[in-house]
């Protein structure tokens, strides 16, 4: 049976680990990082969960993977956004408000962008979600948010966008589930139309269901 311990670390702890083992190996900038595997029997954490962590650091150019090759470690000296943001965190336990409003900020700017230009609105990719709704009965959270963000083509919102998830703990990581399916297809539909008013306002519903989880989840 699997330690209840993995299931617990975060991706803060998974960062800080990470780092310990960079610095104690002496891994310098383009040095090889453990594989998944063993990294997850090292820091004795799920590998799903240290997937997670590496691709975040991945998106925020902390470290590049190599197909057939694995993982390697990138210049942290040009990449500072994980540091501002973890001494922020840490000089401010109960910050996670702020987080989840400087995530929202994003989410909302985002769908602002999409629904005020047509271009943005008639891609493709609205109709394949509300297919996969129709075909599957759920999408996963985050491929809604992120879809809208990367429609925007704005690489560093997208950056703080997954690290805010990271820190907010909102299970974005979850498939969207029969009550708020509703909720979605409405948010992509006046979204296609452009109507920004009812978009946010659907995305606003929507966000407070699932952010409402992350409350659960605490008791």
């Known amino acids: 049976m699997q330690n209840s311990k993995p299931t617990s670390k975060m991706f803060l702890d998974i960062v800080g680990e990470l780092r310990s083992i960079?610095?104690?190996?002496?891994?310098e900038t383009g040095g090889k990082l453990?594989?998944?595997?063993?990294?997850a029997e090292r820091l004795q954490a799920g590998r799903s969960t240290i997937r997670e962590a590496l691709r975040?650091?991945?998106?925020?150019?902390?470290?590049?993977?190599?197909?057939?090759?694995?993982?390697?470690?990138?210049?942290?000296?040009?990449?500072q956004l994980v540091e501002v943001l973890a001494a922020f965190?840490?000089?401010?336990?109960?910050?996670?408000?702020?987080?989840q409003e400087t995530r929202s900020i994003h989410e909302k700017a985002a769908i602002i962008t999409v629904c005020q230009d047509t271009e943005l609105r008639r891609l493709p990719v609205w109709d394949s979600l509300l297919a996969k709704i129709d075909v599957d009965g759920e999408i996963l959270r985050e491929d809604l948010v992120r879809e809208?963000?990367?429609?925007?083509?704005?690489?560093?919102?997208?950056?703080?966008?997954?690290?805010?998830?990271?820190?907010?703990?909102v299970p974005f990581e979850e498939m969207t589930k029969s009550d708020e399916n509703e909720i979605v297809k409405r948010l992509l539909n006046y979204l296609s139309e452009g109507d920004v008013i009812s978009t946010l306002a659907a995305y606003s519903e929507w966000i407070e269901l699932v952010e409402s989880e992350r409350g659960e989840r605490r008791k």
């Open 22 to 27: 960079i610095r104690e190996e002496g891994i």
């Open 34 to 39: 453990p594989s998944e595997r063993e990294l």
């Open 56 to 79: 975040s650091l991945e998106l925020l150019g902390l470290i590049e993977t190599r197909r057939g090759e694995g993982t390697f470690l990138a210049d942290f000296r040009k990449h």
């Open 89 to 99: 965190i840490m000089q401010h336990p109960d910050s996670v408000s702020d987080v």
């Open 148 to 169: 809208m963000i990367v429609a925007t083509g704005n690489r560093l919102s997208l950056k703080i966008w997954f690290l805010l998830k990271q820190y907010s703990k």
